[in-house]
């Protein structure tokens, strides 16, 4: 218990969550809830955006389809600070799943950012 205490400690240091003694204990794990359910709706909202609407709608509209990867980019971006909140605040309000959350939030991390770097390359502002 002692190993998860300490691992608990760092992953909160690396998020930047204040020490749980300068936390205030008015929260619930209701809030872990509503923040689970915004991240999924977001999640949502972007997948459909960026796989279905922008890349067959846009070209069907005339919209030149260049267009669509600074609008990806930046999907990816907020998506990549939300899920860096949501853990910020999943361990802030010490949630019940939190450790689940960040098991699914690493891997997806790491593909937002290999989607980033692909944009990035297809912009012509990173070398391959």
Known sequence: MAFVT????????????PAPAEIPAVTTD???????GFSLVFSGVRCILQYAIL??????VGVASDAAVP?????????????IASLRRFWRIDYKYKWQYLALAI??????????????????MLVS
């Open 6 to 17: 300490q691992l608990d400690r760092l992953i909160g240091r690396v998020l930047l969550v």
């Open 30 to 36: 209701s809030t872990g809830e509503r923040a689970f």
């Open 55 to 60: 890349p067959f709608v846009l070209p069907l």
């Open 71 to 83: 609008i990806t980019m930046l999907l990816s971006f907020v998506a990549i600070g939300s899920m």
């Open 107 to 124: 891997p997806m991390l790491g593909i937002l950012i290999g989607f980033l770097v692909l944009d990035f390359q297809s912009l012509g």
